[in-house]
């Protein structure tokens, strides 16, 4: 089974400041990984995703996540907040026999102070 | 290509009563998934298709949650005798199964409330 935990429901920040959400997952094959953003009411975006290659890996909207094997770590930064980065995030993996089933943690409200 | 589209985006229903929503996926993605998400929960995985076939149901899905995809374009989500505790965001995903990830792009989602 592969489980996804978020460090922290709520994140603040102020404008201008770094970026850190916390994802931590557990899988026994190799793990795709991704980061969604969720706005209120609304679907789930993608921001980025890991599959194999580079462990450093660039999304949309200035974020970037880096997978850390040896950690079993996928944090999303990113080094400017804006008042629009303001929502709910989502980290999910899936792989193996679970190939294409999300599993995702709890999500992590980030919310931006001028 | 518009995305995925849910329809309808909110439904209020008494409970014991039946719902079905819709979910139209990106044209030519063969998967198409359904996700439930709670207040305060990250989405959970319900079902879901590759073409018209259901390959996959989790154990969420009790006996009044079935699922069609009947020519492997949209699906539909029916649940029967609805509860309380079926309130929820449904939401749908689609995508194209490759040789990557078959990354699931999301739809707005359905709000159901059962009073």
């Known amino acids: 089974a592969q489980s996804v935990t978020q460090l922290g429901s709520h994140v603040s920040v102020s404008e201008g400041a770094l970026v850190l959400l916390r994802c931590n997952y557990s899988?026994?094959?190799?793990?795709?990984l991704f980061w969604y953003v969720q706005y209120p009411n609304q679907g789930l975006q993608l921001l980025l995703k890991?599959?194999?290659?580079?462990?450093l890996v660039k999304g949309i909207n200035g974020f970037e996540a880096e997978f850390k094997k040896s950690e079993t770590s996928f944090h999303l930064t990113k080094p400017s907040a804006h008042m629009s980065d303001a929502a709910e995030y989502f980290c999910?993996?899936?792989?193996?026999?679970?190939?294409?089933?999300?599993?995702f943690g709890q999500g992590t409200i980030l919310t931006v102070h001028p | 290509d518009t995305g995925v589209s849910q329809d309808p985006r909110h439904k209020i229903t008494k409970r014991g009563q039946n719902v079905t929503f819709r979910c139209d996926p990106i044209?030519?993605?063969?998967?198409l998934y359904w996700y439930r998400q709670t207040l305060g929960q990250g989405p959970e995985f319900l079902t879901y298709?590759?073409?018209?076939?259901?390959?996959?149901k989790s154990r969420l899905l009790s006996d009044r949650f079935s699922a069609e995809r009947p020519k492997g374009s949209f699906s539909t989500l029916e649940i029967q005798r609805t509860e309380q505790g079926d309130s929820a965001m449904y939401l749908c995903?689609?995508?194209?199964?490759?040789?990557?990830?078959?990354?699931?792009?999301f739809g707005p989602g359905t709000r159901l409330t059962v009073l």
């Open positions: 890991y599959t194999t290659g580079a462990t």
């Open positions: 044209s030519e993605h063969n998967r």
């Open positions: 899988s026994s094959v190799p793990p795709y």
């Open positions: 298709f590759q073409n018209e076939a259901q390959l996959e």
């Open positions: 999910a993996v899936s792989g193996g026999t679970s190939y294409g089933k999300l599993t």
């Open positions: 995903a689609s995508s194209l199964v490759a040789t990557d990830t078959d990354t699931q792009y």
